[in-house]
């Protein structure tokens, strides 16, 4: 079992940074690809971005490319999430979450809320 658990959001104003971390305890993340998801409220869940196993492949949603950056260091089994130029659209709850492809995401944290005031 992984448990994951989701630091450094809060409050920030527009055109700020967060950095967010995701860190798991349980079982080593090195064999999982990591992705990073977020809801706001009265909204869909939606995906925002994934890293592989080995950190050589990431991808992200349109709406964050140029922006976030994923990135993960496995000696401290932590994933992170860099966040630019943040706007008040990305007001949300954000989530990581483990999985080994091709099987669906297995793992979920609890999440940390990111406020971006206009």
């Known amino acids: 079992q992984v448990q994951l658990v989701e630091s450094g959001g809060g409050l920030v104003q527009a055109g700020g940074s967060l950095r967010l971390s995701c860190t798991a305890s349980g079982r080593t993340l090195s064999a999982y690809l990591m992705g990073w998801f977020r809801q706001a409220p009265g909204k869909e869940r939606e995906f925002v971005a994934s890293?592989?196993?080995?950190?050589?492949?990431?991808t992200y949603a349109e709406s964050v490319k140029g922006r976030f950056a994923v990135s993960r260091d496995n000696a401290k089994n932590t994933a992170y999430l860099q966040m630019n130029s943040l706007r008040p659209e990305d007001t949300a709850v954000y989530s990581c979450?483990?999985?080994?492809?091709?099987?669906?995401?297995?793992?979920w944290g609890q999440g940390t809320l990111v406020t971006v005031s206009s």
């Open positions: 979450a483990a999985r080994i492809p091709p099987n669906e995401y297995k793992y």
């Open positions: 890293i592989s196993w080995s950190g050589g492949r990431t």
